[in-house]
């Protein structure tokens, strides 16, 4: 009987003890902290009475805090969007406002320092491009900079891409990434034929007449190049793929880099105020840019708000010294890095729509290299235009290799600086060298 009636109250005991150790858990949680302080508080043993308070009061605190971090956070981020708004448009108005072609790219500038450009890389394949070149560059660029900055790729294709080739595409880019899909975006666009075609206004027989005049000059009789001309240099900066990005770096199928890239490319030209980047120039066939010049000087004539004055522009690299005749200089568009805003501006979209009524891209054989070239000589001050030294660059027959020792060996470059096209015959980098008055590399004058 006792031994029964002790193991009653054992029990009881033990249950007695769980619930009330419950209690106190259910009493020190944030959801019922405030309901047992209000109405379970009264009814509570003093010991329990004062926790349940404290728990309220300590609630209601933390609260009280929540509340004021957010608002001193809300106002610095409207102070801070405040005075970056007002410094947009100080700055706006000092370049004269937003219809010039500074003035239009400002907003591109003003994360300086902060955080990553809006950049990205882009690609057009075409048909006539083998996989394996592809892949080939891809992997390339990815290895030399990117895996160390993530920036996104956009593939542009003529119709659908081949899913098979997408597959490839994307695993060489996740490959370089230590096998981490996620890290770079891909992004694959295809273009319809109908963007692929003559406009309206070209007179297909006199088109087709080029075609045969300047076969015997490269890619003189295809018409694919010529659409890809037109795409480059005045649509590809208008596609919604694009809309997103202020910065793009282009990557031809079959090009090369030579040099590791150890710094944010997209960051330093935009820290530094930068529109554009090249590292090939060279002189382009007279035949190839015919009457092109006689255009440009009645478009500065018809639109002199977009020039910018001579003594600041880069014409003189764009003329015979001493001259106002046309030299043919091209910065050559297989490797350009630039600011997407700029062909966005009024100035570019005015000046390229003068250039392609003309139709000189179909009758003649305007590239995008001469309407680039040309547009960012005259639109924009010299010193926003700059030439790549330090990266290394290889497409066709073409090399640009670092003569400066040091250069080839802080980035460790991996081509014959004998091969360098800068200041060989036929190239412009001397002519850039002199307009900038910048000093030549040692040993530039001793290649044949």
Known sequence: MHVLLSKKIARFLLISFIFVVALIMALKHPATKEISGQYLGPYLPESFRSTAKISVEEQRRIQREKEEAELKQSLEQAAIKNATEYAIKEKIKSYGGNETTLGFMVPSYINHGGSPPKACFVSLITDKDPIAQIIESISNVQEKFNKKFAYPWVFISLGKLDGSKENMISQTITDTMNGDSKVVDIKFISLSPEEWVYPEWVDENK??????????????????????????????????????????????????????????????????????????????AKEANEKIWDVTKKFAKDFPKYIIEDKDNFKAFITKKDSDDFNNCEFKSNFEIGNLNFYRSPAYRNFFDVIDKEGGIFYYKWSESIIHTIGLSILLPKDKIYFFENIGFHYDKYDNCPLNDDIWSQYKCDCDQGNDFTFRSGSCGEHYFDILKKDKPEGWNKLP
């Open 207 to 284: 088109a087709a007449e080029s075609l045969i005049a300047l076969a015997n000059m490269p890619d003189g009789d295809s018409r694919a190049v010529r659409y890809q001309a037109r795409f480059w240099a005045g649509f590809f900066w208008k596609h919604p793929s694009l809309k997103n990005f202020d910065w793009y770096w282009r990557v031809d199928p079959g090009i090369k880099l030579y040099c590791d890239i150890d710094y944010d490319v997209f960051r330093w030209m935009q820290d530094r105020g930068k529109v554009f980047g090249f590292t090939l120039s060279m002189s382009e």
